[in-house]
C-alpha cells in the first residue's frame, strides 16, 4: 500500500508531466501553422509568383522562419524538455517520439540567433533566382557570390552548433537523423564499387538497346495521362493538385493538402511521367500519415531518406518494371495516341532503363545515378569544411563528372548549375537520394514477402495491396520511430546495401542479358 506522501507525489508527477507535454503540444501545432503557411508562400513561388515579387517574397519567408525559430527556443519550451526528460520512463511511445523530435530541434535552434535565421531564409530565396538567371545563361559566375555568401552563413550555422568529427555532420543531421560521415563514407565505397562493377558488365553486354520510340505527346495529353496515373496509384486529388514548375517538387501542408509538380517535354513524355510518379511517391507518404497525429508535431516524415525511398520505390522499382511498362502502354492505348505505337513491351522496357551515363542527374538511369549522387556528396562535404572553395567548383564538378561517368560537361547548365539545391541551401540532402535507393530496396524486398502475387496487380494496375503496405509497415508512423526503428520493423534488419545490389543486378542481368 503506497503512503500518502507517495500518493500525492504520483498525482503532482502526473500534473506535471501533462502541463509540460501540454507546452510542447501548443507549440508543435502553432509551428505546424507557421510552417504550412510558408510552404503555400514558396508553393506559390515555385508555380505562379510573377519574378518582380521575389524581395518581399523572401521577407515574407524570413518573418516566418524567425517567428518558428523564437517559438521553439522560447525558456518555456526549454524547461518542459529538461522536466519531461527527467520522466521519460513515465510517457508513453508517442509522447517519447514527440519529446525526441523536439529536443532534437530545440537544442540545434537555441544556438542559432535568430538573426542568422532571419538572414539565411531571406538569402536563400533570393539566391534561388540568382540560380535561375545563371542557369539560363549557362553562368556559374554569376552565381558564384550568391553561393559563398551561403556557403560562409552554414559554416558558421555548423560552428554555432558544433559537432564532434564533421561540421557536414551538422548539416546532414537537418534531413537524416543519427547519419554521419563517417557511416556515409564507407557505405558510398561500397555502393559506388559495386555500381562500377555493374556498369562495366552491361557496358560488355551485346544487347542494344532500340533508341527509335516515339515518345512524342501534345502537353494537354499529357497532363491527362499524369491525372490517370495517380488516380491509379492511389494519390487522393481532392486532397492535393498537379501543377508545372521548373523543378519538379512535393509540398505538403498536411495530408489534407499535399501538393505535386511536374515539367512537361512535348518531344519525350516519360521526363514528365516520371518525375510526376516520383513526386506521388512522396505525396503518398505525406497523404498516409496516421490521422490521429494531425499537429502533434509527429505528422511529418522522419527523415528525407525514408521520404525518398518511396518516391524511388514507385517511380522506379514499380514504374520502371516490365509488369508497369505493360500496364503504361495499355492507358496509352485507350488514349487513341501515337506515343509508343508499334512497340512491344520488352523494347520499350528496354529504352526505358537504357543503361547509359548521362550529364543530367535528373534523368540519369538507376545504374549510374547513384554515381550522380556521390559526385556531390564529396563536392559539398568538401566545400563546407572549406577544402574547396566556390570559385573552383565548375573545374571540380568536370573533373569528377570525367573520373566516375567518363563524360563532361560543355557549359555549366548541365554541369554545376543543373540542381537547385544548393540554391536553397540544402546542404546534406543529397545524400538522402541514395538512402532512399537503399531503403526502397530492402522495404519492396520485405513487401514481396506479404503480399501476393506482386508483379500480377502491378500489370493490372492494382496498386492497393502495395500502397496498403506502405501505409501499415512506414506511412502511418509519421516521426514516431527513428529512421533506423522503422527500417529494422519494416523488413527485420538494419540499413544496408544488400537487396539493392541484388535489385539492380537481377533486374539488369534480364535486360542486358549479363
Not at 520512463?89 to 523536439?102: I, M
Not at 556559374?140 to 555532420?169: A, H, W
Not at 522495404?443 to 494496375?461: E, M
Amino acid at each position: 500500500m503506497l503512503s500518502k506522501s507517495c500518493f500525492l507525489g504520483g498525482i503532482m508527477k502526473t500534473q506535471k508531466i501533462k502541463k509540460n507535454l501540454d507546452v510542447l503540444k501548443q507549440l508543435v501545432a502553432e509551428l505546424k501553422v507557421i510552417g504550412t503557411a510558408a510552404s503555400l508562400l514558396a508553393w506559390d513561388q515555385e508555380v505562379y509568383m510573377p519574378v518582380k515579387g521575389i524581395k518581399v517574397r523572401g521577407k515574407q519567408l524570413a518573418y516566418l522562419s524567425s517567428l518558428s525559430h523564437v517559438k521553439l527556443i522560447s525558456k518555456q519550451v526549454g524547461n518542459a524538455i529538461k522536466e519531461l526528460k527527467e520522466c521519460k520512463d513515465d510517457l508513453d511511445l508517442k509522447e517519447r517520439a514527440l519529446l525526441r523530435t523536439l529536443s532534437h530541434d530545440y537544442f540545434k535552434s537555441i544556438k542559432v540567433p535568430k538573426e542568422l535565421v532571419s538572414e539565411l531564409t531571406e538569402t536563400t530565396t533570393l539566391e534561388q533566382r540568382a540560380w535561375e538567371n545563371a542557369k539560363n545563361k549557362s553562368d556559374f559566375k554569376i552565381f558564384s557570390p550568391y553561393l559563398s555568401k551561403i556557403v560562409k552563413l552554414k559554416q558558421r550555422t555548423c560552428e554555432l552548433i558544433g559537432f564532434k568529427d564533421s561540421p557536414y555532420d551538422v548539416l546532414l543531421d537537418d534531413y537524416e537523423p543519427d547519419i554521419t560521415e563517417k557511416i556515409l563514407d564507407p557505405l558510398f565505397s561500397n555502393l559506388r564499387d559495386e555500381t562500377v562493377k555493374l556498369l562495366k558488365k552491361i557496358e560488355s553486354s551485346k544487347i542494344k538497346v532500340t533508341e527509335h520510340l516515339n515518345l512524342k505527346l501534345a502537353i494537354d495529353d499529357q497532363k491527362r495521362l499524369g491525372q490517370t496515373i495517380l488516380s491509379y496509384l492511389g494519390y487522393e486529388l481532392d486532397a492535393g493538385r498537379l501543377d508545372e514548375a521548373v523543378h519538379p517538387f512535393t509540398i505538403g501542408m498536411g495530408s489534407g493538402d499535399v501538393r505535386i509538380t511536374t515539367h512537361y517535354y512535348e518531344a519525350d513524355f516519360t521526363k514528365a511521367l516520371y518525375s510526376t510518379i516520383h513526386e506521388c511517391g512522396h505525396a503518398l507518404y505525406e497523404q498516409g500519415f496516421d490521422k490521429v497525429l494531425e499537429l502533434s508535431g509527429l505528422d511529418e516524415a522522419v527523415s528525407l531518406g525514408i521520404h525518398e525511398s518511396q518516391s524511388r520505390t514507385w517511380e522506379n522499382i514499380i514504374g520502371r518494371s516490365p509488369e508497369f511498362i505493360k500496364f503504361l502502354l495499355l492507358q496509352l492505348r485507350k488514349m487513341n495516341t501515337s506515343a509508343l505505337k508499334g512497340n512491344n513491351p520488352e523494347n520499350v522496357v528496354q529504352a526505358i532503363n537504357k543503361v547509359k551515363p548521362s550529364l543530367i542527374r535528373i534523368y540519369a538511369d538507376e545504374i549510374t545515378y547513384n554515381l550522380h549522387i556521390i559526385l556531390r556528396y564529396e563536392i559539398e562535404k568538401d566545400l563546407i569544411k572549406g577544402k574547396v572553395k566556390v570559385h573552383d567548383l565548375p573545374e571540380l564538378w568536370n573533373s569528377k563528372m570525367k573520373k566516375y561517368l567518363g563524360i563532361m560537361p560543355k557549359k555549366d547548365s548541365e554541369g554545376v548549375l543543373q540542381d537547385v539545391h544548393w540554391s536553397h541551401g540544402s546542404f546534406g540532402y543529397f545524400p538522402t537520394y541514395s538512402l532512399g535507393n537503399i531503403y526502397a530496396s530492402q522495404f519492396f524486398a520485405a513487401l514481396r514477402k506479404h503480399v501476393s502475387n506482386v508483379d500480377q496487380k502491378i500489370t493490372k494496375g492494382d496498386f492497393k495491396p502495395i500502397l496498403q503496405w506502405m501505409r501499415d509497415k512506414i506511412h502511418k508512423y509519421g516521426a514516431i520511430y527513428t529512421p533506423s526503428e522503422l527500417c529494422k520493423r519494416a523488413t527485420g534488419s538494419e540499413l544496408n546495401i544488400k537487396d539493392y545490389i541484388e535489385y539492380l543486378t537481377n533486374k539488369y542481368s534480364r535486360i542486358y542479358k549479363v
